[in-house]
């Protein structure tokens, strides 16, 4: 039996059901009479969308139907970072929409001084874009992770538990 169990906490999303969602997305604007002539352009990369329409008002549908596929797709809403949009040439607008991945250093700063201050049976390490909680008892764990989950209404990223051992 070990002698201490641990768990970490990321902020992930499954690249294979975002890719999938904005397929479906594209499936559906080509088939859609008020989006069909719109002349959008939906393209992802590592870390961003890049979505190019005619209007600002086309924009805003794709979003609404983006948002609804990757709900659909258990994605979190959260992993969208949706920009400014942005006139380029030809009478053609863009937003870029960023995708979160990674626990920002303040975040992961933040938990681990919250799940400290609450539970003192538990130790939090910052490792890199994740953080590591070990404790000797899995309750106390359990305790933790609910901790963070109240904690992750407030924030602006999706959380995920990984490696429960």
Known sequence: MPSSYSFDVVSE??????????DQLRREVDQRYDLKDSKTKIDIKDDELSIISLSDMTIGSVRDILLQKATKRNLSLKIFDFQKIETVGGNMV???????????????KKLSKVVRDKLKKVTVSIQGDSLRVTG????????????IKKEEDDLE????????R
Request: hydrophobic content about 40%; proline content about 2%; charged content about 20%.
């Open 13 to 22: 999303f499954d690249q294979q059901e975002l890719v999938n969602a904005i």
């Open 136 to 147: 000797k008892n899995k309750d106390d764990l359990q305790s933790a992770i609910n901790l």
């Open 157 to 164: 990223i999706a959380l995920q538990f990984q490696n429960y």
């Open 94 to 108: 863009m937003q870029i929409v960023r995708l979160r991945k990674g626990l920002p250093q303040e975040i992961s």
